[in-house]
C-alpha cells in the first residue's frame, strides 16, 4: 500500500503563503485522484482541493483564486499552493489518494499523517 508524506506546514502571518507537499511512497498515477483536505479545530475534515488522473482541477469556493493544486508525476509528488492566507486556514492538512467508483463516488485510499498550518493574524 502507497504511503504519503506531507510536509512545508508551519507558522505564518495573515496574507502569507506556504507550499504544501505529498510524496508518495509509489506511483501516483494508479490512483483516479489526489486530494487535500483540512481539518480546523472542533471542525469536520473538507476537502480543499482535488487533482485528477486527467490533471483536472476543483477546489472548495473558501479557497478558490488563493490555493492551486499541482502534481509531480516523475516525483509521485503532489502540491498546495497556499497564497493569502488568513486565520480561517488554520487547519491540519492532509494528502489522500482516491478512487472513484460510479456507486459510491470518490473514496479515499489512503491517508497521509498532515501538516498543521497556523496562520497568525
Known amino acids: 500500500q502507497v504511503q504519503l508524506v506531507e510536509s512545508g506546514g508551519g507558522l505564518v502571518q495573515s496574507g502569507g503563503s506556504l507550499r504544501l507537499s505529498c510524496a508518495a511512497s509509489?506511483?501516483?498515477?494508479?490512483?483516479?485522484?489526489m486530494g487535500w483536505y483540512r481539518q480546523a479545530p472542533g471542525k469536520g475534515r473538507e476537502l480543499v482541493a482535488r487533482?485528477?488522473?486527467?490533471?483536472?482541477?476543483n477546489s472548495a469556493n473558501s479557497v478558490k483564486g488563493r490555493f492551486t493544486i499541482s502534481r509531480d508525476h516523475a516525483k509521485n509528488t503532489v502540491y498546495l499552493q497556499m497564497n493569502s492566507l488568513n486565520s480561517e486556514d488554520t487547519a491540519v492538512y492532509y494528502c489522500?489518494?482516491?478512487?472513484?467508483?460510479?456507486?459510491?463516488?470518490?473514496?479515499?485510499?489512503?491517508w497521509g499523517q498532515g501538516t498543521q498550518v497556523t496562520v497568525s493574524s
Open positions: 509509489g506511483s501516483i498515477i494508479s490512483f483516479n485522484g
Open positions: 487533482i485528477t488522473r486527467a490533471g483536472s482541477t
Open positions: 489522500a489518494a482516491e478512487r472513484y467508483r460510479e456507486s459510491t463516488g470518490w473514496i479515499i485510499d489512503t
